[in-house]
């Protein structure tokens, strides 16, 4: 089938580890996406990538780091300078990159900092 | 900056009836506006996307309309089913047309009560 996997569904990271969320998509979408997601806050954009060895910071990047080597793959590192980690993440991606279309969402990383 | 507001936070309405959800966005320069399904602890389902030219789209039970000038967006849920429940979620692009990511409303929490 085709679709966007994130993996691990729960990942729990010590104070001071970075910890890296997978998200891999089988669409052939150009775009891809990272948003995080807090109890009673609407998700907000971390990093996203409109091509290949490219992307782009959105509202939230500090203490995030991204990569987009492959089309499929974009996976997302959170590093110890974020000071807040624990939330729900989740991946996206959407078709085209010069224009909006429509999105598609993976099922998420619940990340817990122990 | 885009906000993006959603009324009500939560709704609860016995089985069968329809009902309305409202989304309204402080910058009326969108590309276009997608509404999604969120179930507990999972990710997003896209139900609709309206691009900007459009006034509204139609999926089964589901009605969306757009109204830019006015910054506003209803989903008209038809005969509402237990099924229902989640957390339905309204988003806008974030910038006139590139696929740089949605600012997203924090959701109306529905119940539908068998």
């Known amino acids: 089938d085709g679709g966007i996997t994130q993996s691990p569904k729960y990942l729990f990271r010590k104070e001071g580890q970075n910890v890296t969320l997978s998200c891999e998509q089988n669409l052939n979408h150009d775009a891809m996406y990272w948003y995080r997601q807090d109890p009673g806050q609407g998700l907000r954009l971390i990093y996203y990538?409109?091509?290949?060895?490219?992307?782009q910071k959105g509202d939230i990047a500090e203490g995030y780091s991204v990569s987009r080597e492959k089309k499929e793959s974009f996976p997302l590192t959170v590093t110890s300078a974020q000071k807040n980690p624990t939330a729900f993440y989740l991946c996206a991606s959407s078709l085209q990159a010069t224009q909006y279309t429509e999105a598609f969402f993976g099922q998420g990383t619940r990340l817990t900092v122990v | 900056k885009q906000e993006v507001t959603q009324i009500p936070a939560a709704l609860s309405v016995p089985e069968g009836e329809n009902l309305v959800l409202n989304c309204s966005f402080t910058d009326s320069a969108i590309y276009n506006l997608q509404w999604f399904r969120q179930d507990p602890g999972k990710g997003l389902t896209s139900l609709l996307l309206?691009?900007?030219?459009?006034r509204e789209q139609t999926s089964g039970r589901l009605n969306a309309s757009l109204d830019k000038s006015s910054g506003r967006s209803t989903l008209y849920i038809a005969a509402s089913q237990p099924g229902d429940s989640a957390t339905y979620l309204c988003?806008?692009?974030?910038?006139?047309?590139?696929?740089?990511?949605?600012?997203f409303g924090k959701g109306t929490h529905l119940i539908i009560q068998p």
């Open positions: 990538s409109q091509i290949v060895n490219d992307f």
């Open positions: 309206i691009q900007s030219s459009q």
């Open positions: 988003a806008v692009t974030r910038s006139g047309g590139g696929a740089d990511g949605l600012t």
